[in-house]
């Protein structure tokens, strides 16, 4: 497994949480984070790119979640605030060595070729 995440856990509706990708093992443009909560399909999150930064944001998570990359890290940061508990679900992070963040991020999950095992998020009272 070349992308390690970390940082999952059980918080109350209304805290936050942060999760932690290493992706110091890979190169990559595209770096982001996805979800997949029992019984539905795969999601977008977040992306980011490593050239330029820009982010892209699903629209479930804007405002509420920050995705960055510290320059001179190979870790990607997924800040979550304001959890509900509809942000229940396996958050997995994935990167490609050619393709880019952006407004399409969502469509490419099958075409990424890096993953990681997944952080488990429960928001539950």
């Known amino acids: 497994v070349q992308l390690v995440e970390s940082g999952g856990g059980l918080v109350e509706p209304g805290g936050s949480l942060r999760l932690s990708c290493d992706a110091s093992?890979?190169?990559?443009?595209?770096i982001g984070w996805f979800r997949q909560a029992p019984g539905k399909d795969r999601e977008e999150v977040a992306c980011?790119?490593?050239?330029?930064?820009?982010?892209h944001y699903a629209d479930a998570v804007k405002g509420r979640f920050t995705i960055s990359r510290l320059n001179g890290e190979d870790i990607v940061y997924l800040q979550m605030n304001s959890l509900v508990i509809e942000d229940t679900a396996v958050y997995y992070c994935?990167?490609?060595?050619?393709?880019?963040?952006?407004?399409?991020?969502?469509?490419?999950?099958?075409?990424?070729?890096?993953w990681g095992h997944g952080t488990p998020v429960n928001v539950s009272s």
């Open positions: 994935a990167a490609d060595p050619v393709l880019v963040c952006g407004e399409s991020w969502h469509m490419v999950p099958k075409y990424l070729e890096h």
């Open positions: 093992r890979i190169n990559y443009r595209g």
């Open positions: 980011i790119n490593y050239h330029d930064g820009s982010r």
